[in-house]
C-alpha cells in the first residue's frame, strides 16, 4: 500500500470537496484526478474507498461521487450526533492540565485561521478538538460511533464555518467549554456543547437551498 499517496488523495480529495470544487452528485474522474495528484490509481482508489467509507463520498455503477445530503438526512445526523454527544459529555472524567492545553492550542490553531482565505484547516482541527472531548469519556463505543458519524456531515459544516463570523463563534464556544471543563462544570459543559451544534446546525441551512 503506497500510505504517501493515499494519504495525500485523501488530503488533496476532501480539500476540493470542502472547497466546493467538487459538488454533491459529481462524478469524480479516476485518470484525470491521479494526473493532477501524481500518484498511481491504486493508492487513488484506495483514498476513494476511504473517503466512501467516511460517508464523504458514495459508490455508483460508475465508480465514486460526491455524497449529497438532504436537509432530512442532516437533520438526522444532527439528532444522532446530539444525543450521543450529549451521553459521552454526561460521562466525561475531567482532565489533567496538560489535555487542557492540548484543546487550547487546538482552539489557538483554530483562532488563526479565522480571517485568512486559506481556512479549511480548521475543520480538521474542530475534528480533532471534539475528538478530545469525546474521548474523556468512559463510553468508548459510543465515543467511536460518534466519530464514524460526524464526517457524513462535514462538506456541510464547512460550508457552515464558511465566514469568518461563524468560524469566530466556533472559537468562542471551545472557548467557553474549556472554560467549563477547567471548571469542572457539567451542567455549562452539557448547555454549552447543545448550544454549539445547534449553531452549527444553524449556519449549515444554506447549503440546502
Known sequence: MNETGTTRAIAA??????????????????????????????PLREALLI??????????????VVARR???????????????ENEL????????EETLEYLRSLNGKMKALIDVPEWFEIVELNHEFHRVL???????????????????ADTYIARGYSLPEQRRTAVEYH???IAAIAAR????LLALSS????TTLASAEPAFI
Open 13 to 42: 480529495i476532501k480539500q476540493r470537496i470542502l472547497r466546493g470544487e467538487l459538488l454533491p452528485n459529481e462524478q469524480l474522474r479516476q485518470e484525470k484526478l491521479a494526473a493532477e495528484l501524481g500518484i498511481s490509481r491504486v
Open 51 to 64: 473517503l466512501a467509507n467516511q460517508g464523504l463520498l458514495d459508490r455508483g455503477g460508475q465508480g465514486f
Open 70 to 84: 438532504s436537509r432530512a438526512e442532516f437533520a438526522q445526523i444532527h439528532f444522532m450526533l446530539d444525543v450521543l
Open 89 to 96: 459529555l454526561r460521562t466525561v472524567t475531567w482532565p489533567d
Open 134 to 152: 469525546w474521548d474523556l469519556s468512559t463510553e468508548n463505543l459510543i465515543s467511536r460511533e460518534v466519530q464514524r458519524i460526524w464526517p457524513l
Open 175 to 177: 472557548e467557553r467549554i
Open 185 to 188: 462544570d457539567g451542567e455549562a
Open 195 to 198: 448550544d454549539h451544534r445547534r
